[in-house]
């Protein structure tokens, strides 16, 4: 079946530095992947749309300064959460389709961080 | 905010007895999915209905489907201890890529 391979699991930094997240499809091509963050007991929120070779489509209230996304091949897209501060502490999870709209996501297993 | 509503937040249960989780959306849909997520982790899918069912099954698992009331309905039947989780139901929604996700039910069976 279609795996979604995320990493870091879990990473401490302190404030002010940057902290990046990786995707990867392990075996199908994602031309598409999605950036969500779940607060604790909370639902997924979409942050992002990542699109292969084109600029990431942001939802209404991400900062797409603080939240840069990166597409760069279609099995591999990042998250960088630049100079992080404590409110930045979530738990990332990526996901991607391996056919087109209307068919199930395929889910990492998220990213833990914690801004110190 | 396009996010849809699920009841109830959080539901317990005894092993063997059957688990009833409610969604509700908003915009019209291509379809509306339902994933688990065990705490911690990653989502895994669990079931997909398009918009013209209304009834699908999958092992222990039964959803409904009302367009006209923007409603569907997952059951868990003969739950276990190992169907504790958090379980979202998502909407396809038309002319869009995205997944939206309802607030979520988390479950605890008790053995």
């Known amino acids: 079946g279609a795996v979604v391979s995320q990493h870091p699991s879990r990473v401490i930094c302190k404030s002010g530095t940057s902290v990046k997240i990786e995707c990867r499809s392990l075996d199908f091509q994602a031309t598409t992947m999605f950036w969500y963050r779940q607060f604790p007991k909370q639902s997924l929120m979409l942050m992002a749309t990542?699109?292969?070779?084109?600029?990431?489509t942001y939802e209404q209230g991400v900062e797409k300064d603080k939240f840069l996304i990166n597409h760069a091949s279609l099995t591999l897209s990042t998250l960088t959460v630049t100079s992080a501060h404590p409110e930045d502490s979530s738990f990332y999870i990526c996901?991607?389709?391996?056919w087109g709209g209307g068919t199930p996501l395929h889910f990492g297993n998220g990213t833990r961080l914690t801004v110190t | 905010s396009q996010q849809g509503e699920e009841d109830p937040q959080a539901l317990s249960i005894q092993e063997g007895e059957n688990a009833t989780m409610n969604c509700s959306y908003k915009?019209?849909?291509?379809?509306l999915q339902w994933y688990r997520q065990n705490s911690g982790r990653g989502l895994v899918h669990l079931i997909l209905i398009r918009s013209n069912e209304r009834e699908k099954h999958s092992g222990r698992l039964r959803v409904t489907l009302d367009t006209s009331k923007k409603s569907s309905s997952l059951l868990i039947t003969a739950s276990r201890a190992a169907d504790t989780a958090s379980y979202f139901c998502a909407t396809d929604a038309i002319n869009t890529d995205k997944l939206i996700f309802g607030t979520g039910t988390r479950l605890q069976v008790f053995p």
């Open positions: 915009t019209s849909i291509n379809n």
């Open positions: 996901s991607a389709r391996d």
């Open positions: 990542s699109n292969e070779g084109s600029k990431a």
